[in-house]
C-alpha cells in the first residue's frame, strides 16, 4: 500500500477532488496547510500598508491506494493541480506497512 500526498493550490482542489473520484479513490483527507518553498512567500498590501506574508497558504490531499494504484492516482494529481508556475506543490509517495479499519478491524487491502 502507498500513501500519496499532494501540497497544492485551494483552487485546484476541487478539480482534484473530482479527478480522483473518477479515477475510483473512494476516500481522501484535505487539510489546510501554510508554507513555503522556491515561492518564498509574497507581498500584500493592507491599508496603504505593504507586508511580507512568508508562509503561502495551500492545501493537503493524502490518498492511501494499492501499490499497483498509486502510478495512477499520482498522475491524475500531477496533470489536474498543474498551472506551470512556480507554487504549484509537490507530490509524496511513501510506503504504508499496515491499514487498520478502527470500526470493525479489517487490515490491509480490505481496510481501503
Do not use: W
Request: contains cysteine.
Amino acid at each position: 500500500m502507498r500513501k500519496v500526498e499532494a501540497i497544492i493550490r485551494h483552487f485546484k482542489l476541487e478539480d482534484v477532488k473530482n479527478a480522483l473520484s473518477e479515477c475510483g479513490i473512494d476516500g481522501m483527507t484535505i487539510t489546510e496547510v501554510r508554507g513555503f518553498g522556491r515561492q518564498k512567500g509574497h507581498t500584500e498590501m493592507y491599508r496603504g500598508t505593504e507586508y511580507a506574508v512568508d508562509f503561502v497558504p495551500k492545501v493537503k490531499i493524502e490518498v492511501v491506494c494499492s501499490a499497483e494504484n498509486y502510478e495512477k492516482v499520482v498522475d491524475t494529481m500531477l496533470k489536474t493541480a498543474q498551472t506551470g508556475q512556480i507554487g504549484d506543490g509537490k507530490i509524496f509517495v511513501s510506503n504504508l506497512e499496515e491499514v487498520i479499519r478502527i470500526r470493525t478491524g479489517e487490515v490491509g487491502g480490505e481496510a481501503l
